[in-house]
């Protein structure tokens, strides 16, 4: 099935930049491969709920980003390497969470509205901790 392994995070001091890496294997069980698919970014703090950070059209590579990230966030995809990126500038303590990356299911596509049930083949997540 398609599988996603998220990485990049670490810790950052505020202010600083981190570029996230979400890479892509296998088949949707529509037969699709990731280039196929709309691509999200997702964070969850802890005590908070999962919130969409970003996606990204597999066909018109159309951005959209929550607007707590807008003008710091860069989603960006490179379907020759099956691998989605997310540049993370001037990044903020409230940004310290896991992030993790899903392909929109079939019948949905990314918006500027996230709902965590319009993805699927969730990764494991890569941490990422903004601190002085």
Not at 83 to 90: E, R
Request: proline share 3%.
């Amino acid at each position: 099935q398609l599988r996603f392994v998220e990485s990049g995070g670490g810790l950052v001091q505020p202010g600083g930049s981190l570029r996230l890496s979400c890479a892509a294997s296998g088949f949707t069980r529509e037969g699709f491969t990731a280039d196929n698919n709309d691509i999200g970014w997702f964070r969850q703090a802890p005590g908070k709920e999962r919130e969409g950070v970003s996606c990204i059209s597999s066909s018109t590579h159309k951005p959209n980003y929550a607007d707590s990230v807008k003008g710091r966030f860069t989603i960006s995809r490179d379907n020759a390497k099956n691998t989605v990126y997310l540049q993370m500038n001037s990044l903020q303590p409230e940004d310290t969470a896991t992030y993790y990356c899903a392909a929109i299911l079939q019948g949905f596509e990314c918006s500027h509205v996230f709902y965590d049930y319009e993805y699927e083949y969730w990764g494991q997540g890569t941490q990422v901790t903004v601190s002085s």
